[in-house]
């Protein structure tokens, strides 16, 4: 590409609350309740088929290829190229949808995590800065990979541990992501640089005004040249009936996937042992509702809400369809262990026999006190860990061949250890 095409480059920040071009031009999409509520579908839907526009259904593809379409002025103005800027955090899935989308308007798509825009606020450790990055549920740590933080009911802890993490990696410069569409995000950027100021570490907090001349930095060294002024005037998405009308294709499905994160989780703040180390499988840190624990990455998600037992979300190997992992949760604020086990076994017996076998209302299950059963049908047998972590009833069912328990073991074992509640 020409250095003449590069310059024309739209700097889009995809998520993690808003679609806008950061440069050139800072307008943010949405200018009316209607394409606020694109927006909002847009980006809530990222891990389902289908997102529902004024009532009609929409494939969440489309939606975001007439997004970014207008984005970059539907074909009219001079962007003809783009730089997708997605939260760092965002699983490859999700990185795919956008990206999939935008090559559909142009070839030329280049796609950077948030953590490479953040850093261009630190000159000369660029290279070696590391981002944290806040939203509603978590605080993301990126380094050399990503860690995520489950956020609490009180932020203070969660500094702190920020700052502790941050401590062991020993950066040079910490760069702190606030956004002010995330609910109390610049407050508990300013704890966290508070925290991480008082272990000797170099901080620097970004607000929003802040990214479209980090945008414009960026862009220069794209282009291999001085920092340059770009342009006014954002492109705006049209009216309703135009964004409508651009995202073709709807299908009917059932919600799909949840959000997960890439991650090596800490340890449960109710007082569960912190996770073993990470072993050769890649994981995932996965949060459904209220509930986040870990599993495999490379192992599809889906909500299951018809056949035999609970709604829950179903995580399953893709070797073998019969080996997966079961998580459902239920709010039961005040119960205790034993009351969740009379619970069960009142469901159980009503169960036909052979069904469930081997209840134990006081078992332990990875060293936490938990509800154990196992579930027998005729291509595979489920063993379930129901826990009480705070006010939330995590249960969580690990699936295999009759017979071949040990090979889900690894993946079971670090689901029960690293499932805590959240929020």
């Not at 134990?360 to 291509?379: K, Q």
């Not at 969580?396 to 061949?401: A, K």
Request: hydrophobic share 45%.
């Amino acid at each position: 590409m020409s250095p003449t095409a590069s310059a024309h480059r739209a700097i889009i920040e995809a998520g993690p609350r808003t679609i806008r071009r950061l440069c050139c031009g800072t307008d943010e999409v949405a200018d009316d309740d209607d394409m606020s509520e694109i927006v909002t579908e847009a980006l809530g839907a990222m891990d389902d088929p289908v997102a529902l526009v004024g009532g009609r259904p929409v494939t969440v593809h489309s939606l975001w290829c007439a997004a970014l379409r207008s984005l970059i002025g539907n074909g009219r103005d001079e962007h003809k190229a783009m730089v997708l800027v997605h939260p760092s955090w965002w699983p490859s899935a999700r990185v795919g949808l956008v990206t999939a989308a935008a090559r559909t308007l142009t070839d030329d798509v280049l796609v950077r995590p948030r953590s490479w825009l953040l850093a261009q606020a630190s000159d000369a450790e660029r290279e070696s800065a590391v981002v944290v990055e806040i939203v509603e549920r978590l605080v993301a740590i990126a380094g050399a990979e990503v860690v995520a933080i489950p956020l609490g009911a009180q932020p203070h802890p969660v500094a702190e541990q920020v700052a502790t993490i941050l401590a062991g990696m020993a950066p040079p410069v910490v760069v702190i992501d606030g956004p002010s569409t995330v609910a109390g995000a610049p407050s508990l950027g300013s704890l966290i640089a508070g925290a991480v100021r008082a272990g000797g570490r170099a901080v620097m907090e970004i607000g929003d005004a802040r990214l479209p001349r980090l945008a414009r930095s960026a862009l220069s060294i794209l282009n291999g040249t001085s920092e340059r002024r770009c342009p006014d005037g954002a492109g705006r998405l049209g009216s309703r009936a135009r964004m409508v009308a651009g995202a073709a294709g709807a299908v009917v499905a059932l919600p799909g996937l949840l959000l997960a994160v890439s991650a090596v989780p800490p340890g449960d703040r109710h007082g569960a042992p912190p996770p073993a180390p990470v072993r050769s499988v890649p994981t995932t840190f996965l949060v459904e509702g209220r509930v986040a624990l870990t599993v495999p990455a490379n192992w599809p998600a889906q909500r299951v809400v018809t056949g035999p037992g609970s709604a829950r979300v179903q995580v399953t190997s893709p070797s073998d369809p019969e080996m997966a992992l079961h998580v459902t949760q239920s709010p039961v604020a005040g119960e205790t262990l034993s009351g969740t086990a009379e619970r069960l076994k009142r469901a159980i017996d009503a169960e036909p026999a052979g069904v469930f076998v081997d209840f134990n209302p006081s078992g332990i299950s990875i060293g936490r006190p938990a509800v154990t059963y196992r579930e027998v049908r005729a291509n595979h047998h489920v063993r379930w860990t129901v826990l009480l972590d705070g006010p939330v009833r995590i249960s969580i069912g690990c699936q295999s061949r009759p017979g071949d328990e040990e090979a889900v073991r690894d993946a079971c074992e670090q689901a029960v250890r690293s499932a805590h509640a959240i929020g």
